[in-house]
C-alpha cells in the first residue's frame, strides 16, 4: 500500500494504479482479477510467439509460445494480485516495438515504433523500476545504430522521449512534495543491499533492524541509515547510503558476494 503522504514512492505505484483502474470496471472480486489476468498472461504467450517467429522463424516461434503458455510458475503469479504477470507483458510488448524499427524508406514510418516501446518501458519501469536499465542499453543502441547508418538521431530520441513522457509526472511529484527529484520509487539502494550484504544468501533472512512486515522495511531501513551516519537523511539519501553499504561489500568481499550471486 502506497501512502500518498509520504515524500517519495517506497513502492511501485504502477500496480496500485492498476488495481484502481481494474476496480472500477469489474469491482474488487479477486476471481475476475485473476481471470483478467491470465489472459494477460495468454498475450504475453503470443506475444512471446510473435518475436521468436520474427527473429528465427516460424517454428521457433510455435515453440516459444508453446513454452511460454505451458510455463505453469507463470500462470501461478498472474493469478495472484502482483504485478510479475504485467510487468512480461509490458517488456515483450516493448521487445515487439523494437523489432519493428525498421527505417526503410524513410524515418518519419519508423519513428512511432521507438515511441512505443519508450512509453511501455515506462510503464514497466512504474511497476519495477530495474526497467530504466533497459532503457538506457535501449537507448544507446538506438544511438548506436544512427551513428553506424550515419542517420538522425531520431529513434533514440522517440525512445527516450516515450519512456520520459510516462516516467515523468511521478518524478515531478516527488520533487514538488519531497524537493528532490527521485524518478520512480526511492527503495533502489534499500533493495540492492538485501541481496548483495556479509548475510545475504539464498533464501532473504531480515536483519536485525528489520521488521517482520515488508510494508515497515522502508522507515526500519532509514532509522538504521540514520543511526549509522549519526544524522537525519532524505530519502534518496537513504537509497544512497545502502547502495554504498552494498559496494563496499562487493569491493571488501568480492569473492563471498560471487558466492551469494551463485
Same mark, same amino acid.
Given at each position: ?44 504467450? %503470443?506475444?512471446? $510467439? ?17 513454452? /511460454? %503458455?505451458?510455463?505453469?510458475? %507463470? ?29 526503410? /524508406?524513410?524515418?518519419?514510418? /519508423? ?57 515523468? &509526472? ?27 550484504? &556479509? ?25 538504521? /541509515? ?16 545502502? $547502495? ?19
Amino acid at each position: 500500500d502506497a501512502d500518498a503522504t509520504e515524500p517519495d514512492y517506497f513502492f511501485n505505484l504502477g500496480y496500485a494504479y492498476w488495481l484502481a483502474a481494474v476496480s472500477a470496471v469489474i469491482g474488487t472480486d479477486e476471481g475476475r482479477l485473476a481471470l483478467l489476468q491470465l489472459f494477460i498472461g495468454a498475450a504475453t504467450a %503470443a506475444g512471446t $510467439a510473435a518475436a521468436a517467429a520474427a527473429l528465427a522463424g516460424p517454428a521457433a516461434g510455435w515453440a516459444a509460445g508453446l513454452l /511460454a %503458455a505451458g510455463y505453469r510458475t %507463470a500462470w501461478y503469479y498472474e493469478a495472484i494480485p502482483i504485478s510479475a504477470g504485467l510487468i512480461n507483458v509490458l517488456n515483450i510488448t516493448v521487445l515487439l516495438c523494437l523489432l519493428r524499427c525498421r527505417v526503410g /524508406a524513410g524515418l518519419a514510418p /519508423a519513428l512511432p515504433w521507438p515511441f512505443a516501446a519508450g512509453l511501455f518501458t515506462g510503464l514497466s519501469a512504474l511497476f519495477r523500476p530495474t526497467a530504466l536499465l533497459w532503457a538506457v542499453l535501449v537507448g544507446g543502441w538506438l544511438a548506436f545504430r544512427a551513428w553506424r547508418e550515419h542517420r538522425p538521431l531520431l529513434l533514440a530520441g522517440a525512445y527516450l522521449a516515450g519512456v520520459l513522457l510516462v516516467i515523468a &509526472p511521478g518524478a515531478v511529484r516527488n520533487r514538488w512534495l519531497g524537493g528532490e527529484w527521485v524518478l520512480t520509487t526511492a527503495s533502489g539502494g534499500m533493495n540492492f543491499y538485501k541481496g548483495n550484504n &556479509p548475510s545475504a544468501g539464498a533464501i532473504y533472512r531480515p536483519r536485525q533492524f528489520e521488521s517482520a512486515d515488508p510494508r515497515d522495511h522502508a522507515a526500519d531501513f532509514m532509522r538504521e /541509515a540514520e543511526r549509522r551516519t549519526g544524522r537525519r537523511v532524505t530519502v534518496s539519501g537513504m537509497s544512497a547510503f545502502w $547502495a554504498g553499504e552494498s559496494m563496499q561489500f562487493i569491493r571488501e568481499a568480492p569473492v563471498a558476494w560471487m558466492k551469494n550471486l551463485l
